[in-house]
């Protein structure tokens, strides 16, 4: 087998020259690329002039007597080219391969290239142009020892084989390729390595890690050390030290309450509301002591709420939630987390050592307007937040009964009657709650007696996560009761991810609160397994909620 001659690209990237840095032909372009071999036989470049470009030998010379508007290497025998708006592949007579043309191709690797088509999905093709498989992607990438990294349109990735399928049933925020038996995953706690199973070969997260070369991976921690791991996670060398120590960190967890006080105190002082404004004119507006008022604006914007310039205080992007005629206010959530809420942690470590009962927090909302407007104020921008991007793919079709169980004030009840107007949305909660409510179709009703309506769907939005298992399995009995034949289930909810910590604190959040608790998926699979439904359908988007659709098995 010859040996071909190693050109380089020359200082000014207009040329190429051999080893010695002589120029290997007379020709000068405006940007030149780097020689590719083909078929072991010979070697051409991609090159750029007077707004034009093609592939040359050696010599210099072009290979081909057509024009494109911009080339690129030879891969697998095939070079990626774009020729007025259109991406395609050609041969190295430069003639195109196939008929399709994209917005977008990648290079020929392992003889697949990933192409892009005008809606904006993302495929792999064969060298004669033909897809591998039927899926289209948000993105796809390179194969690399036959696997894949996939996008869906929600953001999240996974793995794929040549023929599409995936290599295991996880997801995940960002992923990379697979090297040396592992590949780099992002969860919502960070980043760490997984298995082709696709399950993390440890349990800590971090906020960058490298591919493992020869079985050790350098990692950032969150705390800024740099250290190297081993495939167990175990360290075996620091290289930085972490740039703020333990102590000082545990310390700011602990006055984590100083927050929720400081916001909590802006938003019943109704701050948000009058700004922009001055401290003093402010400090007539919300009946406060001007000294002590420039403080608390201090602490807001150290919590990046507030900015003052020129003596005059302005909301920022964040703080913006907290102005109560924002459609999605946080202004009223500021308030019930400061309240009876906290309140309820106090129990914490007696709930860790004895099994007391809590009063059930949605009953005692119920009875006082008041209480329940505010309750159901917080709750409302949530749904807002969670279900807004999810409704749409709902499976309800026209003259549906849609049963909105537990649906607080009718937010979700309101997002579904707007997508899906030939339908019937009723919506159901306890009779204090209804009563605070202006969504027109509503009826009184408790969870746990017998529903008083037939429906074709049901909606469970984070009604379950409230109660513990016997009461989420009696919840679920009277949904299933409640359904018209071949009717289904929607349940939404965050779910806990099987092997990091990620969502422990809101667990532990209900368990204090409500007494319920956040679940995995194969949590809520055994519970809807024991109430006769199993998963028909997943629908996860940017949100954390995802929505389950149920049917009885």
Not at 79 to 103: C, K, L, M, T
Not at 240 to 257: I, K, T
Not at 419 to 436: E, Y
């Amino acid at each position: 087998m010859s040996t071909l001659t190693k050109l380089s690209v020359s200082d000014d990237c207009r040329y190429h020259t051999f080893a010695d840095g002589t120029a290997a032909y007379h020709a000068r372009f405006d940007e030149v690329l780097s020689f590719h071999g083909i078929d072991n036989a010979y070697q051409v470049a991609p090159v750029f002039l007077n707004g034009q470009a093609w592939h040359i030998d050696e010599t210099g010379e072009a290979i081909y007597p057509h024009k494109f508007r911009r080339t690129f290497g030879f891969y697998c025998g095939l070079a990626a080219v774009i020729e007025n708006d259109d991406w395609f592949h050609i041969s190295p007579n430069g003639f195109a391969i196939y008929a399709q043309r994209y917005a977008f191709v990648g290079n020929y690797q392992q003889n697949i290239a990933v192409v892009c088509d005008r809606d904006g999905f993302y495929f792999h093709i064969d060298k004669s142009g033909q897809p591998l498989y039927e899926n289209k992607w948000h993105y796809c990438g390179d194969f690399r020892e036959g696997i894949a990294v996939a996008q869906a349109e929600n953001g999240l990735s996974t793995h794929i084989d040549k023929q599409g399928r995936f290599i295991h049933s996880f997801w995940f925020l960002d992923l990379d390729v697979f090297h040396k038996r592992f590949a780099r995953a992002k969860s919502d706690d960070g980043w760490h390595h997984i298995d082709k199973n696709g399950k993390p070969i440890y349990a800590q997260r971090y906020a960058s890690v490298e591919p493992f070369y020869n079985g050790f991976s350098r990692v950032e921690t969150f705390s800024g050390a740099l250290q190297i791991i081993d495939e167990q996670g175990d360290v075996v060398r620091e290289l930085r030290a972490a740039n703020n120590d333990d102590f000082g960190a545990l310390s700011a967890d602990m006055v984590g309450y100083w927050r929720t006080f400081t916001i909590a105190t802006a938003a019943d002082l109704k701050i948000f509301d009058y700004l922009p404004n001055d401290t003093s004119q402010l400090a007539i507006q919300t009946n406060t002591l001007e000294k002590r008022l420039t403080r608390l604006l201090n602490a807001l914007g150290e919590l990046g709420l507030v900015k003052c310039e020129q003596t005059v205080w302005h909301v920022l992007p964040k703080g913006a939630f907290l102005t109560t005629n924002h459609t999605m206010s946080l202004a009223s959530a500021a308030t019930e987390y400061r309240g009876e809420l906290m309140q309820r942690w106090h129990n914490l470590t007696q709930l860790m050592q004895e099994d007391i009962e809590n009063v059930d927090i949605f009953k005692q909302v119920s009875l006082s307007d008041e209480h329940t407007a505010m309750h159901h104020n917080m709750l409302r921008s949530y749904a807002l937040k969670d279900y807004q991007e999810l409704v749409c793919y709902l499976d309800i079709e026209k003259g549906d009964v849609v049963f909105d169980a537990a649906g607080g004030v009718g937010s979700l009840a309101q997002l579904i009657l707007d997508q899906f107007p030939s339908t019937n949305v009723i919506l159901g909660d306890l009779q204090g709650v209804i009563n605070s409510s202006n969504f027109s179709n509503k009826i009184a009703f408790d969870l746990f007696e017998t529903w008083p309506v037939k429906a074709e769907k049901i909606m469970l939005a984070r009604v379950l996560h409230d109660w513990n298992d016997a009461d989420a399995l009696q919840i679920l009995l009277n949904a299933a009761d409640a359904l018209q034949n071949n009717g289904a289930i929607y349940v939404f909810e965050m779910l806990l991810d099987e092997h990091s910590f990620g969502g422990s604190l809101c667990d532990l959040h209900l368990l204090t609160v409500t007494g319920g608790q956040e679940r995995t998926k194969s949590q809520f699979e055994a519970l809807f397994k024991k109430a006769g439904l199993c998963i028909n359908t997943v629908i996860k988007k940017d949100s954390l909620v995802t929505a389950m659709k149920l049917i009885r098995e």
